[in-house]
């Protein structure tokens, strides 16, 4: 499912997956507080997520990922987390410029690249 779903669904996830690990519970405007966009895009988001199975969003309740959402969050969480820690303990990026490029890329690192870059990192003891 995962590869079917666009960086923008993608960014979904890991948001909600964000919120409830900090509030337990989210609702559609700390999803648009979160990521700075407005209260009815959301909703939209939420619609088409439902539709794939990966949201649980009774009409104004709390939103909830499925067991498939949050597989998928916790994935595209731990592509983000490995880049971020290349981009600032190998290459000493700022975090601000660290923090967008790692957004981008983890879209479209391949499982591979992803494997290697964590593998370099653990065998070199890079702070994580």
Do not use: W
Not at 34 to 45: F, H, N, R
Request: proline residues 2%; glycine residues 6%; positive net charge.
């Amino acid at each position: 499912m995962a590869g079917n779903l666009s960086s923008n669904m993608e960014d979904y996830l890991k948001v909600i997956y964000f919120l409830q690990n900090k509030m337990g519970i989210v609702r559609v405007r700390d999803i648009a507080k979160e990521m700075a966009i407005t209260m009815p895009s959301v909703s939209s988001a939420l619609k088409n997520l439902e539709k794939h199975g990966l949201v649980s969003h009774p009409r104004y309740d709390v939103v909830g990922l499925t067991s498939e959402g949050k597989k998928i969050a916790e994935h595209v969480t731990r592509r983000h987390s490995v880049i971020m820690d290349f981009l600032l303990g190998v290459l000493g990026l700022d975090p601000k410029i660290a923090e967008k490029d790692a957004c981008g890329m983890e879209h479209n690192i391949s499982q591979e690249t992803l494997e290697s870059l964590d593998k370099f990192l653990k065998e070199r003891n890079v702070k994580r």
